[in-house]
């Protein structure tokens, strides 16, 4: 079952994520994703890294 790019950041975002923490997902897609609100931009590189801009403050997270 695929998830859609906006479906997959509320999942991260409901999880309430932490910088410098690891994320469980499986099989990470390798999305490109443009801005998810106002204030979040996220992009999905080779899907593992998840990289979030917020307020000037950008936040990078590991997929395993």
């Known amino acids: 079952k695929k998830q859609g790019p906006k479906a997959l950041l509320k999942k991260f975002r409901d999880n309430s994520l932490v910088l410098n923490k690891?994320?469980?997902?499986?099989?990470a897609p390798p999305w490109t994703l443009s801005a998810y609100s106002d204030h979040f931009i996220?992009?999905?590189?080779m899907g593992r890294t998840l990289a979030t801009h917020n307020h000037g403050v950008?936040?990078?997270?590991?997929?395993k």
């Not at 690891?22 to 099989?27: D, L, P, S």
């Not at 950008?58 to 997929?63: M, V």
């Open 22 to 27: 690891t994320i469980f997902a499986a099989n």
């Open 42 to 45: 996220a992009l999905f590189v």
């Open 58 to 63: 950008t936040s990078i997270f590991t997929l």
